[in-house]
């Protein structure tokens, strides 16, 4: 089965993106056919820092690397390096309407402070970045479930007006941990693009910084540690995070947990982070002292995607009259 997925180069990840889609990524990356893209050409839709992007690209590729995906199984490179991807985008937007655009739920979101074209075609991008490769499953996070579909919707658009192109991807969401939330704001999902770095956990967080974070998490008034997302939001996180990093069900972490004070749930959640996350960090570590191989891997990893993007092309130019 071919799978695609991808992240922005910009932001740290966290715990929440690790859930979301990076371990899905892992499940799948044994038995399946699967292109892991940094997505640079979506990052440059809000502010940026020009100088710093081939440097966030880089570190983004090793974020992959060290969170487990392994370069001789999956397919991992930079969007940008893949022309295929903007060329696909502009035709795809000629079957795409407008009104569909704008009632994308983050484009209404975003949009509030980036009043930008390219935020409003975001969605005919990521479809050209999942269409381009025959995707059949797309593993992402609850928030990207709606862009995955319109990819469809698009997919079928052009399949009517210029015959069978497109396989329709379908969405795969987590089982568990679809949804992370702030743990300075419970009642909000888990943000890379969050100002308040205290709200959220980060792949790549210190012992010290996860312990301090933890330690302010927000949890309510009451005393037990009950899952229970409209009264006790902030508590049913914490479970939630725990039973992911556990591999538990919430109900036998709530067993677990009973009798004990939020103050000593923390510690608990705390630990087991800082344990969880170590090898992560130890693998960065290795791997940033490691620049000419990350390169290389990128490298072919573009020309793999590059091969598979052209024959796409080529069949996509011929429909439209384009060859």
Known sequence: MRIFSGIQPTGSLHIGNYFGAIKQWLDLQDENDCVFCIVDLHAITVPYDPEKLQKLILEKAIVYLAAGLDPEKVIIFAQSKVKEHSELCWLLNTVTPLGELYRMTQFKD?????????????????????????????????????????????????????????????????????????????????????PDEKSRISLFDSPEEIRKKLKSAITDTGKTIKYDELKKPGISNL????????????????????????????????????LKLEPFRKKRDELSGREVYVREILRRGEEKARVLAESKMDDVRKKMGLR
């Not at 609850?142 to 399949?159: G, P, T």
């Not at 709530?254 to 800082?274: C, D, N, P, Q, R």
């Open 110 to 194: 975003k949009a509030k402070k980036n009043e930008k074209a390219g935020l409003l075609n975001y969605p005919v991008l990521m479809a050209a970045d999942i269409l381009l490769y025959d995707t059949e499953t797309v593993p992402v996070g609850e928030d990207q479930k709606q862009h995955v579909e319109i990819a469809r919707d698009i997919a079928r658009k052009f399949n009517r007006s210029f015959g069978e192109t497109f396989v329709l991807p379908k969405v795969k969401l987590p089982k568990y941990g679809a949804r992370v939330m702030s743990i300075a704001d419970p009642k909000k999902k888990m943000s890379k693009s969050d």
């Open 239 to 274: 479970l939630t995070i725990y039973s992911l990093l556990a591999e538990k069900e919430i109900k036998d972490v709530e067993k677990e947990m009973k009798g004990k004070s939020y103050k000593a749930f923390k510690e608990e959640v705390a630990e087991l982070t800082v």
